[in-house]
């Protein structure tokens, strides 16, 4: 059996690069998906103009599968409800045929040893793989369990690890969307409790309430306050551009002194806030709030230590547009646009008076931690995931015998 056998379509993307838009829809590229799972801070924002002309031969529709066939090869990720897709360069939109298999098994026997051993060998194992659509609709998919029951049951298993998954993702981002319109009603609006009783006055950065102060950054936080060489026989987490995304920073591994690389020098800790110097205007920054090791980040990051505000009015100000853009009108470099710790230094921050960044902390914090504990369930609940689909695609366990409370508890704890 092939591919286009248990298929109702097999249809290539356009090949041209999707103009940016506004977010109506996303293009996925092969940088938007990840071990199986879509990673919409790397898709393109795409207009619906955009999204009607790049799905005119077929609509990506929820269940329906997205494999990427170059840069890398095999990857594969399922269509969500929300929110609309198109396919982005170097993907091919797979719609399976429900009367042949199970749409969320072969998902994930995609994803299995079976399919990537095949996908493999038909590139010849090059350095830079690539399949075109021929290739894939001719896929042999013989070594597939067609026990319909066998399939219901692994896809059953699977989904309901990345069901969970998918829930704490959308629980962070309601966190973070309710403490983003906090600051901004706070601290742009500035309709914070008790703002009635406050008059308006002028300041270098037009009208703010008495009281507060328009401060350069280096006078409210530390930047790159700490830095040293991790010893040979030191064990930590390494932190550079690669793991940082807007608001999060990814699974971190951990490594020795003697394998770091020379720029992992800055100290982190619980509470700083961590910024990319290259490219500010992609905003990648996040909020560190527990770590559970030593961190050392590359001196390709900028790390912001809070002195005299909190470090949730740190980190949210800091994501403001206005701090963005600070940024990038300072930014030098054609290729590589960069910024230097002076450059946020000498960023210009409303700073409020002592009790309204008190009480903002006090409403805001127990979100930031929460999103923080979410976000490691998830990549947690992840690996427990990637441990199991290859044995049970193939069948090495038997699914009987597996108690997934169990696992899930264990693994989460």
């Given at each position: 059996?092939?591919?286009?056998d248990?298929a ?8 041209k ?9 996303y293009?996925v ?14 898709a ?34 399922r ?6 897709l ?10 399976p ?20 051993g095949?996908?493999?060998?038909q590139?010849?194992?090059?350095t ?14 013989t ?14 298993v ?15 981002e309601?966190?973070?969307?309710t403490?983003?319109?906090i600051?901004r ?7 914070y ?6 008059p308006m ?16 950054l ?10 040293r ?25 951990a ?10 020098r ?7 806030t ?7 205007n ?8 527990a770590?559970?090791s ?5 001196t390709g ?21 206005a ?17 230097r ?8 921050i ?6 309204v960044d ?7 914090s127990?979100?930031?931690d ?12 992840a ?15 038997d699914i009987?015998?597996?108690?997934l409370d169990?696992l ?6």
């Amino acid at each position: 059996m092939q591919l286009s056998d248990i298929a109702e379509a097999i249809v290539d993307c356009e090949h041209k690069t999707a103009p940016k838009g506004d977010g109506f829809a996303y293009s996925v590229g092969t940088k938007a998906m990840k071990g199986g799972r879509l990673v919409l801070d790397a898709a393109k924002p795409v207009s619906e103009e955009t999204y009607v002309g790049w799905t005119r031969r077929t609509r990506p529709k929820p269940g329906d599968l997205i494999l990427a066939r170059e840069a890398p090869v095999g990857d594969v990720i399922r269509v969500p409800e929300h929110p609309h897709l198109c396919l982005g360069q170097r993907t091919v939109l797979i719609r399976p045929d429900a009367k042949m298999v199970n749409p969320r098994f072969l998902h994930y026997w995609l994803l299995g040893p079976d399919a990537q051993g095949v996908m493999r060998a038909q590139t010849g194992g090059a350095t830079v793989g690539h399949l075109n659509v021929g290739d894939i609709r001719k896929l042999n998919v013989t070594p597939m369990p067609v026990d319909a029951d066998h399939q219901a049951n692994v896809a059953e298993v699977l989904g309901s690890i990345d069901d969970l998954i998918e829930n704490n993702r959308r629980r962070i981002e309601l966190l973070e969307e309710t403490a983003r319109a906090i600051y901004r009603e706070w601290f742009v609006n500035y309709r914070y409790p008790g703002h009635e009783d406050v008059p308006m006055v002028d300041s270098a950065l037009g009208l703010i309430p008495d009281g507060w102060e328009v401060q350069p950054l280096a006078a409210i936080a530390t930047v790159n306050g700490s830095s040293r060489k991790p010893g040979g026989d030191e064990v930590f987490r390494y932190l550079d551009i690669s793991a940082l995304s807007e608001r999060h920073i990814g699974e971190l591994e951990a490594i020795g002194g003697s394998s770091a690389p020379g720029r992992a020098r800055r100290v982190v800790s619980p509470g700083d806030t961590v910024w990319a110097t290259v490219r500010p205007n992609r905003r990648a920054h996040a909020l560190l709030v527990a770590p559970d090791s030593d961190w050392i980040a590359s001196t390709g990051l900028a790390v912001l230590t809070p002195s005299t505000v909190s470090p949730d009015f740190l980190f949210e100000t800091s994501s403001a547009t206005a701090f963005s853009d600070w940024l990038v009108g300072r930014a030098t470099g054609s290729a590589y646009p960069a910024v230097r710790a002076k450059d946020f230094e000498e960023a210009p921050i409303v700073v409020p008076d002592v009790a309204v960044d008190a009480a903002f902390a006090d409403k805001v914090s127990p979100m930031h931690d929460l999103s923080w504990r979410l976000r490691n369930e998830c990549s947690r609940l992840a690996a427990l995931r990637d441990l199991l689909l290859p044995k049970l695609v193939t069948g090495q366990i038997d699914i009987s015998t597996l108690d997934l409370d169990a696992l899930v508890a264990r693994q989460v704890a």
